[in-house]
């Protein structure tokens, strides 16, 4: 069995992932007797690849799903793809351009065609990185939102709330992206924060004898949109503003377009903002549109569905793009002395989710859902904590979207996507909502019918998930047994466009809630606070770093140092971690391997199977009593370790888990314990107490690497099965293998506390050592003063001198004496140990002179740096001009100057005392 000198994370994560998948150990069976644990993926866009947010997203629910499948419960983790419908079909639009084609050359049939196409060939790239980043979803129930199934669903669905009147179609203002040339939601709008301008635009009043407009008689109106004031069709002012009484019912007559207008009243407009007079367009704003209503004001379009000027802006912008037409009008305005004022001023716009195209509010006919009724069992549930968000401060940001919830705006004009099931009859124009295609209409029995062209807005299957992808409307068995699931792990960002509306939509439609926990986790972001994004050129490529450090490096290192629900400031440092952490553990998993084969008399190169022998002659040396504190202790810590990560586990403290882990692992089993049991390998001819020794260390890691599976899947599997080929398991694989249960009987808090005694002192010496530059295989005299106050002096005494062999082969110490209350020794320095002294002999063992010389060249570099530092940020001209971060590691650079000043002078003393 030959072991690689380094980890090299390739060879092993493809072969295990393929042995899991062939295998099926993703792929739950259905136990009655056994409640279930079900986690719904948060399904990728089609057109998507993995970018570090999928990671990290990824990973917590993997942990999740890992942790459960070994506990012994069905596990369930399905798996899917949004057909994402304005990217998709954006993408297959963009090749169509290539070829100097558009949609509306090719036709509806066409397109979709070509988008199929282009799913089959190109997309669901990112569900083959998901598995090599470990996800071990059951793969034989991937899903995609334009399945027959779940188009079966959504039709129901549809079809379901129209006829109980939660569906409707209307003419209203909505957001209107001209890139995309569809409808969005509210939800699916970023709105940012810009400095625009407010223009104050004069509006001539009308001449009533002339009907012309008057000469310098004027309203003048403020606006951030000029553009939009072509289609003006009033302006309007308070009721009680004394200013403009008088003109009530008067005419305006609108620049350029000549379209006498109406000066009317209404309580909505604002006196303090502007001039205290709102130019109405009820086709282009939706304030203005509810003021339209109320007056009854016919709306005027002034744009086509591109952002272009139609007809109806006049002839002097027909054709122009609106910001191009905002220009020239601000132009001729301006020539025509009708600007009165230009002001800076701050608003919000608001922008596509996908494009980042400006928004338009547009006047349109689009269908729509009334959210208000189907937000009452919602809110209920998560009030009652039927449903927990997690971190919990998340619930007042659902409460707050929910008690003031709009109607949702659910058509899109696209062609890919779930074609609105609404059928027009060819003859009487009658409206028929239906699943399939209608024979014949119910009114003129007319067999001719026309379906609604619009597609539904991608989250409208989307929100079905949780039980359109479990077979629904079909009562299968799927949705008896994994309906609720228990948890849903996504992003903040789309609590309202997604989580939301699938806790609605299940309440509704299986009277169930979807979910038990939402766990909502932070953003990745760069080192500079900002969101990773490919136009910042500031995100990596996952894959890379998986080709580079390996899937469980990045894993461990995203969670390591994410906390719950916090952001993540990612690095190329941050992965440092992960990896070395690996090595770490390839490192002493190779080394006691190596020497479990020369112990136990096992051929390396030929031994690559479970050998019955092996197995039970190492069966034979599972100690019964322990006569080594430090394998007492080992154990004891081990089993302290499980209740611990298994508590964090189950309370999704995953970064939590991460740490105690490491912690362990590195500090507690390879660093204090194996490093103590080499000279019990090496220089002991005794084989039973080597053979126990080897069982002991095989032992814990097997069982250290069931700890760590659920946040490292390969690695520990890779060890875990070379280590199962020596020492007795049943389990076939550690993806199934059981999760360790906590042994209390074997936690020694007495044990621990005697270990915690003697690494303390150990570790006092080697600091002291380091301090004073003693080469590591230099032995040197050590004494320990303890008071005699102490109640324990013999036990202190007994356990010290018990032990002297793990002083002498940690810290290299000659002789050990063990004193009561003795006054410092001379020649030494010292460190305090809780109630005990321990000191080092320095004399005979370094030259205190050039110790002392060395030192003060320290005292001197860290003195001089020290005093910049301190000038530095003392400067004004540094303190304006620099960025808070860099003037924060000025601040960090100082302190840390301070202390390795304070602590060599103090040595520097200490020593010229000797």
């Excluded at 990185?129 to 129930?141: E, H, I, M, N, P």
């Excluded at 049943?730 to 042994?743: G, K, Q, R």
């Amino acid at each position: 069995m030959e072991i690689s000198k380094t980890y090299n994370p390739a060879e092993i994560e493809q072969k295990w992932y393929k042995y899991w998948e062939n295998n099926k150990y993703f792929t739950p069976e259905i136990d009655k007797d056994k409640r279930p644990y079900t986690v719904l993926i948060p399904p990728p866009n089609v057109t998507g690849i993995l970018h570090i947010g999928h990671v990290l997203n990824n990973t917590l629910q993997d942990i999740a799903v890992r942790y459960k499948r070994m506990t012994g419960v069905p596990t369930l983790w399905i798996p899917g793809m949004d057909h994402a419908g304005i990217a998709t079909q954006n993408v297959v639009e963009k090749e169509l351009a290539k070829e100097g084609l558009d949609r509306h050359q090719i036709g509806r049939e066409e397109l979709v065609k070509r988008i199929w196409k282009w799913k089959e060939e190109k997309g669901g790239k990112i569900i083959q990185q998901l598995k090599l980043l470990g996800a071990s979803c059951d793969w034989t129930r991937e899903r995609f939102t334009l399945d027959d199934t779940l188009s079966k669903a959504v039709k129901e669905v549809f079809v379901s709330l129209y006829n109980k009147g939660l569906i409707y179609k209307g003419k209203y203002i909505i957001n209107w992206c001209p890139r995309c040339v569809s409808a969005l939601s509210n939800d699916e709008v970023d709105h940012y924060d810009v400095d625009g301008k407010l223009w104050y635009i004069k509006y001539p009043l009308k001449d009533k004898k002339t009907n012309q407009p008057m000469c310098n008689q004027y309203l003048t109106v403020a606006t951030t949109r000029p553009e939009t004031m072509l289609g003006d069709v009033a302006v309007a002012i308070n009721p009680d503003d004394e200013r403009y009484a008088h003109l009530a019912g008067e005419k305006l007559i609108l620049p350029f377009v000549e379209r006498e207008i109406p000066i009317i009243l209404d309580e909505y407009v604002d006196k303090d903002f502007g001039t205290g007079v709102v130019k109405i367009t009820p086709a282009h704003d939706p304030n203005d549109f509810e003021i339209g209503k109320r007056h009854q004001l016919e709306p005027v379009v002034v744009m086509d569905e591109t952002g272009y000027m139609n007809q109806n802006a006049g002839k002097d912008f027909v054709g122009l793009e609106r910001f191009a037409c905002r220009e020239k009008l601000i132009q001729l305005l301006q020539s025509h002395d009708l600007i009165d004022n230009i002001d800076d001023h701050s608003l919000s716009i608001g922008k596509c989710y996908r494009c980042d195209s400006v928004v338009e509010p547009y006047l349109s006919t689009q269908w729509f859902v009334k959210m208000k009724p189907l937000s009452e069992k919602a809110i209920s549930a998560v009030e009652r904590e039927e449903i927990k968000f997690q971190p919990s401060r998340w619930t007042k940001v659902f409460m707050h979207w929910m008690n003031n919830i709009r109607d949702w705006c659910i058509s899109r004009q696209i062609w890919w996507g779930h074609r609105i099931p609404a059928y027009y009859c060819g003859s009487c124009n009658e409206v028929v909502v239906v699943t399939e295609k209608p024979e014949i209409c119910p009114v003129c029995n007319c067999n001719s019918f026309i379906q609604d062209e619009d597609v539904l807005d991608t989250w409208f299957s989307s929100w079905l998930w949780p039980f359109s992808t479990m077979g629904w409307p079909n009562d299968t068995e799927d949705l008896r047994y994994y309906l609720p699931t228990d948890l849903l792990v996504t992003a903040p960002e789309i609590i309202y466009l997604w989580v939301a509306r699938m806790i609605m939509s299940t309440y509704e439609f299986c009277g169930c809630k979807p979910f038990n926990t939402v766990l909502l986790h932070g953003t990745v972001r760069d080192e500079q606070g900002r969101k990773m994004s490919k136009s910042l050129g500031n995100s990596p490529d996952p894959i890379n770093i998986i080709e580079e450090v390996g899937a469980d490096a990045l894993r461990f290192s995203m969670v390591f140092n994410t906390p719950k629900g916090a952001d993540i400031h990612y690095s190329a440092n941050v992965l440092e971690n992960g990896r070395n952490f690996c090595n770490k553990i390839w490192n002493a998993y190779r080394y006691i391997m190596t020497n479990a084969n020369k112990v136990f008399d096992v051929n390396q190169t030929s031994f690559t199977s479970v050998d019955s022998n092996i197995t039970q002659i190492m069966d034979n040396y599972k100690p019964k009593e322990f006569t080594e504190i430090a394998d007492e202790w080992i154990y004891s810590r081990l089993n302290e370790v499980i209740e611990e990560v298994t508590g964090y586990y189950e309370r999704l403290r995953y970064n939590d888990a991460a740490q105690l882990l490491q912690d362990f692992i590195w500090k507690d089993y390879c660093s204090w314990y194996l490093e103590l049991t080499k000279d019990r390998i090496y220089k002991n001819d005794n084989i039973n107490e080597q053979r126990t020794v080897i069982y002991i260390l095989l032992d814990v890691l097997q069982q250290s690497m069931r700890l760590l599976h659920p946040l490292m899947p390969f690695l520990s599997e890779e060890i875990w099965q070379n280590i199962k080929l020596l020492f007795p398991m049943s389990d076939d694989a550690l993806v199934i293998a059981a999760f360790p249960a906590v042994d209390k009987q074997i936690i020694n808090v007495a044990v621990k506390d005697q270990m915690e005694q003697i690494k303390g002192c150990i570790t006092a010496i080697r600091n002291l050592r380091k301090q004073v530059n003693i080469p590591l295989g230099k032995e040197a005299d050590v004494s320990i003063n303890f008071s005699t106050k102490s109640v324990n002096n013999n036990k202190i005494v007994t356990l010290l001198e018990r032990h002297y062999n793990y002083f002498q082969k940690l810290a290299k110490v000659g002789n050990l004496e063990i004193c009561s209350n003795q006054e410092r020794p001379k020649g030494c320095i010292g460190s305090v140990v809780g109630d005990l002294e321990v000191y080092l002999q320095l004399t005979g063992v370094i030259d205190i002179d050039k110790e002392k010389e060395r030192l003060h060249k320290i005292l001197d570099k860290t003195g001089t740096e020290l005093e910049k530092s301190i000038k530095k940020l003392s400067n004004d001209n540094f303190l304006n001009k620099a960025k808070n971060d860099i003037i924060q590691n000025e601040h960090n650079k100082k302190e840390d100057l301070q202390l390795k000043f304070d602590k060599t002078k103090q040595l520097w003393e200490d020593i010229s005392k000797l």
